[in-house]
């Protein structure tokens, strides 16, 4: 038992990205899940099944301590950390330098705010109806699909209240 961690989200491709990982490399006892997600164009729109079943899979307490990944962390791993970040009410440039953080790693580039600024998951959530970050969030993504008891119980697991 690696960290404690019990559930991995890996959303690389299984062709390719993952080597035939099929199990988590942290252990037997960690519950692996592949759900393939493309890097490429609108990974939010051309994501939402992988993105309901990964929100579905947050929504369950019995699975934390829950890591999620996909190759670099900034395209697919970026989608799913400023969506919960913002459901969160994690502040907006608080989201930004935690996608900054990528530009540490070996990403055959610079990364920058416009990378989030620019995607259709921001443009979504800021179309959204609220009044805050989180409200806005919380609307996007209940029209996007995932129900809102999942919603709730993302925010009841991961906040401090």
Known sequence: EFLGVKTEIDVRKADGETGGITASPLGDTVTYYSIPMEW????????REALLRVFSILAD???YPVIFHCNIGTDRTGVIAYLVGALLGVPE???????????FGKI?????????K???YYQAVAAA??????EKAYNCLAEFGVPREQLDSIIRILSEQ
């Open 40 to 47: 490429e164009g609108d990974t939010f729109n051309g994501n």
């Open 61 to 63: 307490e019995e699975n």
């Open 93 to 103: 440039e608080d989201l930004y330098k935690d996608y900054l953080f990528s530009n």
């Open 108 to 116: 055959n580039g610079q990364r920058h705010p416009s990378g989030v």
């Open 118 to 120: 620019d995607s259709a």
């Open 129 to 134: 109806e609220g009044d805050t970050l989180q």
